[in-house]
């Protein structure tokens, strides 16, 4: 894709004046850019919640107050902080008050300029001082979110808050000055996959300036939907389709497209993503039309994608159009040396300190195990013990380390991985801390059984909503029942 034409940088311009927004259209095209105009906050977040743009250009009052008590912009740069962190926001007003100027500041925009823009050179050059501007102040924002609660051993090592190895960071570097070639991860579940697409995206940021990431995990996509979301659809091609829809390949124009576990991406998805990385070429589902997207692809697999061409689920056409820049992240278990490192982190990330020597205790501890889900799963089970510590950070101790079967080794003791994840979304903070203290305490059986008990029949009234439809689901008399909540103090609607 060395010979294909760069793409044109894109831009929404938002103005409630119908003779200033069609000027800056102009300009804005003139200037070689894809240009979109909306003339209130409501249809701009509509065309934002659709497809992304390099840069934003908003008035900040658009209600047409002659008096500019409204702050409709904010309202899209709201949206922007929230849901478009790649695209670059720019403000104007014809009303620079210093607290006009400090609501804007607050939303992530480095300048408000004065309106009216009078000539295209003049909007190039407040588009090049947003850009540059931006590229600073993402670094040091990323700096202070990464350092915050973090030692500061770790972020002078590690200052982007991602442990990986010196040559592997050195291959994320080469990935990102080229731009253009594929690159490809492998690893176990939970070794950062995705961690590392992003320190490329990062440094392709400052070499490069706002780019789209889109990332997708293809395992959550599979079935007749799959070439929907990737490679979008026209309006009535199908039942459902109310509104032609770009697509994620489409949408990664000019970026990077991170494909998580593609390994599970169905046969004909793979055919229509070699098409594009051969071309650049696709079209939308029930469209004739032939589209463009341009982007650099980063692939990741927790399997051997040779192994996955032998056994007929991965087509050896797009293995080989992805081959060349890869690297294979190590599991937990295999990074003894920085498995210190990580511990740190994670007490840090779940706002909890202990004393150096419980630490080493803790690191030590943490070594016996063989690790399944790796640094995530590690992250999760230090959150776990720092809860069952009662919040206490006097208290915490290695102690209070909960031992899962996801933590030990394939068929060690007869145990199955543990999903400590989906646990923590299904259950409540107190919940969670009632299970872990069964599984990790020797504490009285009645007082344990008793609680699990409690949370059987709150989950149960919780998911059928009265006492007879809940006893019913859980195969016991509803005078039984009912007397069980009485005892363990179960409030419910007796119906």
């Not at 190039?124 to 990464?146: G, H």
């Not at 299904?426 to 299970?435: E, P």
Request: hydrophobic share 40%; proline share 3%.
């Amino acid at each position: 894709m060395k010979n294909m034409k760069a793409k044109r940088k894109s831009i929404l311009i938002v103005e409630d004046d119908r003779d200033q927004i069609v000027r800056y259209v102009a300009m804005a095209k003139k200037a070689g850019f894809d240009v979109y105009g909306a003339s209130d906050h409501h249809q701009a977040i509509e065309i934002l919640s659709k497809r992304s743009f390099d840069y934003v250009l908003t008035d900040i009052h658009l209600a047409g107050d002659l008096n500019q008590n409204g702050f409709e912009g904010i309202q899209i740069l709201d949206y922007i902080k929230q849901n478009k962190p790649e695209v670059t926001p720019i403000a104007m007003t014809s009303d620079p008050k210093i607290t006009t100027y400090q609501k804007v500041m607050a939303k992530g925009v480095s300048h408000l300029f004065r309106k009216p823009i009078r000539t295209e050179d003049e909007l190039l050059l407040y588009l090049e001082f947003a850009r540059k501007d931006r590229q600073k102040t993402s670094a040091l924002r990323r700096n202070k979110q990464n350092a915050a609660g973090m030692p500061s051993h770790i972020m002078e090592k590690y200052p982007d808050g991602v442990v990986i190895p010196q040559d592997i960071r050195e291959m994320a570097r080469l990935v990102a000055v080229d731009g253009e070639a594929p690159f490809v991860i492998t690893g176990e579940t939970g070794t950062g996959k995705e961690e590392l697409a992003k320190v490329v995206h990062r440094l392709s940021l400052e070499i490069r300036g706002p780019m789209p990431f889109i990332a997708v995990n293809c395992a959550n996509i599979g079935g007749d939907t799959a070439v929907s979301t990737l490679f979008g659809h026209k309006k009535g091609s199908f039942t459902g389709a109310e509104a032609t829809v770009n697509g994620l390949i489409g949408e990664a124009d000019g970026g990077i497209l991170f494909l998580d576990e593609i390994n599970t991406l169905n046969l004909e998805c793979q055919q229509r993503l070699l098409r594009v990385l051969n071309d650049g070429s696709y079209q939308r589902l029930g469209d004739a039309q032939t589209l463009y997207s341009r982007f650099q692809v980063i692939a990741a697999a927790n399997c051997d994608l040779y192994e996955e061409v032998d056994k007929g689920k991965f087509l050896l056409d797009l293995v080989s159009r992805l081959t060349g820049l890869a690297v294979k992240l190590k599991p937990l278990r295999e990074r003894p040396e920085e498995l210190a490192v990580f511990v740190e982190m994670a007490l840090a990330k779940a706002g909890a300190t202990i004393a150096s020597e419980e630490l080493q205790r803790l690191i030590k501890k943490c070594g016996n195990y063989y690790w399944r889900g790796n640094v995530r799963e590690l992250f999760q089970v230090i959150r776990a013990m720092v809860i069952l510590s009662g919040g206490d950070e006097t208290k915490i101790s290695a102690d209070h380390l909960p031992v899962l079967p996801g933590m030990l080794a394939p068929g060690q003791n007869g145990a199955q991985a543990f999903d400590l994840v989906k646990l923590n979304k299904l259950l409540s903070t107190r919940d969670l801390v009632v299970v872990m203290k069964a599984m990790s305490e020797d504490q009285p059986l009645e007082k344990s059984m008793e609680s699990l008990e409690k949370i059987v029949i709150e989950s149960a009234l919780k998911r059928h909503g009265t006492l007879a439809a809940a006893a019913d689901a859980l195969s016991t008399p509803k005078s039984t029942f009912s007397a069980r909540n009485r005892r363990l103090d179960v409030e419910v609607d007796e119906r």
